[in-house]
Each structure stands twice: as C-alpha cells, then as structure tokens.
C-alpha cells in the first residue's frame, strides 16, 4: 500500500498526478496546483501536484530547462505548504535523491533513466515513494529490473507508469497491454496520457505532440485498469515552456478527469479490485 502526505492511498481512489511540465514559476505553479486541487475536491479524485526543476532532456541545449534545482524546490515546497498538497517531481541525478526527498511527496525516475542504477537506488533509499516511467525503448515485462533495484534497497513503494513506446521516427503508440503486465509485478499502474501523445523531435527543435488524441488514450487506459492518471496541464499551453503541444488547458482536463473517473469505477467494480 502507497500513501502519499499525509491522506492520500494509492488505489484507495483515482489519483491525478497533474501540473505543468516545467516549474515556470511560483504564480504559474500556484494557479495551476489551485486550478487541479478544486477540481479534484469537486469530483472526489486524490490530487498531487508534478512539476519538475530541471528537464534535462530537452531535444535543443536551447530550451528552458527550469529554474534549476535551488529554485524549483523553493517553489514546491511553498505549494506543499501553502496548498496542503503533496508534490511530485523529476529527479535526473543520483546525487540529488536525498536532497529533493526532504522537500517532496514523490519522486519520479524519467523515462529515459529508468534503467540507471545508481537513481534507482538513491531514490528507493529514500524511502519515498517512487514513480519510475517506462522508457520508451522498453518493453513492460523488462521493467521488472528496475522495479527490483529499488526493491532491494528495502523499499517497496513503487509505480510504473505507462508513456508510449517508440514507433519509428517521431512517434509513439501504447500498448494497453502493458497496464495489466506491469501490475502483475505488485506495482500500482499509472498512464501518463499526455507524453504518450508526445512526438519526440517533431518539431525539428523541439517535440511536438498529438492533443486530440489525450482523451480516447486515458479513456482506453481507464478501462484496462489504473490507478493513476498522469496529465501535463497548463492553462496556456501555446506558452507552456515545455511539451505545450500534448498539455491539457482547464477546460480539458476537466472533460478528461470526468471521463476516467466513470470508468475508473466501473472497471474497478467490474474487476472487483478493493
């Protein structure tokens, strides 16, 4: 069982891990963390914050990263506190676990780090709950590995999240069966529906994405079982310092959390999961 502050359980109900992509700021993070927090109130769903400080793997040495780890840690922690809401967030070096878990709620291993050793373990020896995203050159059976490094370091309170898988050049397809592989593991499942329309370099530059198609995907997830969904929202997405083109605004994520809570549940009762 993964609990996350001090009220939420994974499993117990549907979970948003939501936010923008990027950290941009200490008022961007706040309207979106009050934005997500109120919806979430409002349709009885369990709500952490995701943000990360640092992006450091950017498709151009050119796009903004974040504000660096100093700053973006000082703006999580000012929406733990002054939100009462747990908070996720990115770590991309071993050498940072330690420091980010005393401030945050979770912490995520990036897809394309999840098979790095040395994260795995300082982040499992954290103690904190870890979401590893499946890379998207791995088949979901070979994320067994990473989830028994973490394990070994004594830590149990591990998810895998689902984002698309490679298909040829500048784009990603999902493989639903990944959702219920993933969870014969004994991990609670997450589907990331807004990097899993991502396409990775499109834009030349910068990658681009496929936002039309964020609701069927998160639907189908919800129907073959999760526990979590994984959203990107940014109520100016054409702004968004970061994978704006798959970001939700409000106005869709609302449609899009109303959908998968109804099939959440009705998966869930028809599966007779707890």
Request: glycine residues 10%.
């Given at each position: 069982?993964?609990?996350?502050?001090?009220?939420?359980t994974i499993g117990r109900k549907l979970t948003l891990f939501g936010g923008p992509c990027v950290a941009e700021g200490p008022e961007l993070c706040l309207?979106?963390?009050?934005?997500?927090?109120?919806?979430?109130?409002?349709?009885?769903?369990?709500?952490?914050?995701?943000?990360?400080?640092?992006?450091?793997?950017?498709?151009?040495?050119?796009?903004?990263?974040?504000?660096?780890?100093?700053?973006?840690?000082?703006?999580?922690?000012?929406?733990?506190?002054?939100?009462?809401?747990?908070?996720?967030?990115?770590?991309?070096?071993?050498?940072?676990?330690?420091?980010?878990?005393?401030?945050?709620?979770?912490?995520?291993?990036?897809?394309?780090?999840?098979?790095?050793?040395?994260?795995?373990?300082?982040?499992?020896?954290?103690?904190?709950?870890?979401?590893?995203?499946?890379?998207?050159?791995?088949?979901?059976?070979?994320?067994?590995?990473?989830?028994?490094?973490?394990?070994?370091?004594?830590?149990?309170?591990?998810?895998?999240?689902?984002?698309?898988?490679?298909?040829?050049?500048?784009?990603?397809?999902?493989?639903?069966r990944s959702l219920p592989t993933m969870r014969a593991m004994g991990v609670?499942?997450?589907?990331?529906?807004?990097?899993?329309?991502?396409?990775?370099?499109?834009?030349?530059?910068?990658?681009?994405?496929?936002?039309?198609?964020?609701?069927?995907?998160?639907?189908?997830?919800?129907?073959?079982?999760?526990?979590?969904?994984?959203?990107?929202?940014?109520?100016?997405?054409?702004?968004?310092?970061?994978?704006?083109?798959?970001?939700?605004?409000?106005?869709?994520?609302?449609?899009?959390?109303?959908?998968?809570?109804?099939?959440?549940?009705?998966?869930?009762?028809?599966?007779?999961?707890?």
């Amino acid at each position: 069982m993964i609990k996350i502050g001090p009220t939420i359980t994974i499993g117990r109900k549907l979970t948003l891990f939501g936010g923008p992509c990027v950290a941009e700021g200490p008022e961007l993070c706040l309207e979106v963390a009050t934005y997500l927090r109120d919806l979430c109130r409002e349709l009885d769903i369990q709500y952490v914050f995701k943000a990360s400080y640092d992006k450091a793997n950017r498709s151009s040495g050119n796009s903004r990263r974040g504000p660096g780890m100093a700053e973006g840690l000082e703006i999580l922690a000012r929406i733990r506190k002054e939100l009462e809401l747990p908070v996720l967030t990115d770590v991309h070096e071993s050498t940072e676990a330690a420091a980010v878990a005393e401030v945050v709620d979770v912490l995520q291993i990036p897809a394309f780090l999840c098979r790095q050793t040395d994260l795995l373990l300082a982040c499992g020896r954290t103690g904190k709950p870890v979401n590893i995203k499946k890379g998207q050159f791995m088949a979901p059976e070979d994320m067994r590995g990473a989830v028994e490094k973490v394990r070994s370091t004594g830590n149990d309170q591990i998810m895998l999240t689902e984002r698309g898988s490679s298909f040829g050049y500048h784009n990603l397809v999902v493989d639903m069966r990944s959702l219920p592989t993933m969870r014969a593991m004994g991990v609670p499942v997450v589907f990331d529906a807004t990097h899993s329309v991502q396409l990775p370099g499109g834009l030349g530059n910068a990658s681009g994405g496929q936002r039309d198609f964020i609701r069927p995907l998160a639907r189908a997830a919800a129907a073959v079982g999760i526990d979590v969904l994984f959203a990107e929202v940014h109520p100016r997405p054409e702004q968004a310092w970061s994978d704006g083109p798959n970001s939700l605004d409000f106005n869709t994520i609302r449609t899009v959390l109303g959908e998968v809570k109804e099939i959440y549940e009705l998966e869930r009762h028809q599966s007779n999961r707890p």
